[in-house]
């Protein structure tokens, strides 16, 4: 099953009041014109009453038709050298079809992109991010022993890391996935990057981004260590990477970086206005549902469970979703897939109870 | 030039604070932080955020009074949204501090 984003649709402007959600909804789903709309309403200081405009709710994703011919189809890479400057996208350094180069981020970007590409057309039928064949774009070597690896809507951007806390961040596959796989959030109908919704677009990331690490060994959910950049840390770092999706809160431990601050349990659930509303924090909570999900089921993470938070990113069409509607809906999914008394939908409910979630 | 620099979010979602004054860095990166970090330029970074950007630093950053005339000044924003010269002095500036905390460790 793929799908894709359509336009969205709006009227000429007229008597409504805006909302700010519905503004960040725009901001989020809607094409450039909408998205300057909506800052220009909120530059302006009338959120709450001078944008009257009839305006449909953001678009909900449409399905598109299963890829055909998979074998076929192949994905348009470009990777980029900043050179260490802090400017986009920098020299074109590699494309589509060309040989290995010299320089191994650039390869490393290159490599990472085609594997996640596999994985989201081979397991879900997806053509790259947008579901249609969008080009993946990398820029390696952005700034001077710069800390961390980013998505910017468009394109992901990886730094050299500085060699004291973090190495280069395209040493780690699952940190490439994590990032190609904000874009498929993205243009999955976007989850707000704040508080909950924005600590689920986290857990997809991090959940695609070891699914892609898996798929590529071949190894079963019991195989894999579940672990979220390992190799990044730099030689004196305590810890093991940046984060665990079988023991949250356990990736790190050391005096200069801190102590990794994830949760596991809705107990611990972590309220802060920091991190956007801690969202790498709690998106520990549903890693783990993910997590004890894909162990309960035994065999590949990718198919059952994968399947059950691809879909459920595909259908939930809420970008404002909290865990308990994420939980809920993957719960529909199993039941829907699988059938109301299978393995699948009675694991799916268990391990969310298991983070504190009753679903 | 004394200020109050945090880095935060990113993928790794940690944060690091410190004070520093540039006139216990180098002389050449104490101009060049005295050069980028200028109101005007700072205002500049505090503009409405890109909603689709994901995993970026978020910077907090207070220059702290020197005289009597000024006050303190404190920014927030994000990586996306500043000039590229004040990014790479916040790069640098923030290497101290992790240099710094590296060798007491
Ligand atoms: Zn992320």
Same mark, same amino acid.
């Given at each position: 099953m793929g799908y894709a984003p359509r336009p969205m649709s709006y009227a000429h402007p007229r008597h409504c009041i805006l909302p700010p959600h519905m503004i960040e909804a725009i901001r989020l789903r809607g094409d450039a014109g909408l998205r300057k709309m909506a800052d220009g309403i909120e530059q302006d200081g009338q959120r709450f009453r001078a944008a009257r405009c009839e305006l449909m709710p953001p678009a909900a994703t449409r399905r598109t038709q299963p890829v055909a011919a998979r074998a076929r189809i192949k994905p348009e890479r470009k990777v980029y050298d900043a050179q260490q400057r802090r400017r986009l996208p920098g020299k074109l350094v590699r494309a589509e079809g060309d040989a290995r180069s010299s320089d191994a981020d650039v390869d490393r970007a290159y490599d990472g992109a085609g594997a996640t590409f596999k994985l989201f057309l081979n397991v879900y039928q997806r053509h790259s991010l947008d579901g249609e064949g969008m080009p993946l774009v990398s820029s390696v070597?952005?700034?001077?022993s710069y800390n961390n690896a980013f998505w910017d809507g468009e394109q992901m951007v990886y730094g050299d890391g500085d060699?004291?806390? #973090? +190495?280069? #961040?395209? +040493?780690s596959l699952s940190v490439i996935a994590h990032e190609l796989s904000h874009g498929v959030v993205q243009f999955s109908g976007g989850l707000v990057y704040r508080d909950q919704s924005g600590a689920l677009s986290e857990s997809f990331a991090d959940v695609f981004g070891v699914l892609t690490l898996q798929y590529r060994r071949k190894q079963a959910a019991h195989e894999a260590d579940w672990l979220v950049g390992k190799g990044l840390l730099g030689p004196d770092v305590r810890g093991a990477a940046l984060r665990s999706l079988k023991a949250p809160g356990t990736a790190y431990d050391d005096a200069v970086l801190g102590k990794d601050p994830q949760p596991f349990h809705m107990d611990d659930f972590v309220y802060t206005s920091s991190d956007n509303g801690g969202v790498h924090i709690n998106s520990g909570i549903p890693n783990h549902a993910f997590y004890l999900l894909a162990q309960n089921l035994c065999g590949n993470a990718w198919e059952r469970a994968g399947h059950i938070w691809y879909d459920t990113l595909q259908s939930i069409d809420n970008p404002h979703a909290s865990f308990a509607d994420w939980a809920d809906r993957t719960l529909e999914l199993a039941r829907e897939r699988f059938g109301a008394g299978s393995t699948e939908a009675i694991q799916t409910r268990r391990s969310w109870k298991l983070v504190g979630i009753a679903v | 030039m004394k200020l109050i620099l945090s880095c935060s979010g990113g993928v790794v979602g940690s944060r690091i604070q410190a004070q520093l004054d540039t006139a216990e860095l180098g002389a050449e990166l104490a101009r060049r932080a005295e050069a980028a970090l200028q109101p005007e330029k700072l205002a500049q970074a505090s503009s409405p955020e890109n909603p689709l950007r994901t995993d970026v630093l978020e910077y907090d950053l207070t220059l702290l009074p020197e005289g009597e005339d000024t006050d303190f000044r404190h920014y927030r924003f994000s990586e996306t949204s500043a000039a590229p010269e004040v990014l790479e002095v916040l790069d640098e500036l923030m290497q101290e501090i992790i240099r710094l905390r590296a060798r007491r460790r």
């Open positions: 070597h952005y700034g001077k060699g004291i806390l #973090f +190495r280069s #961040f395209t +040493r | -």
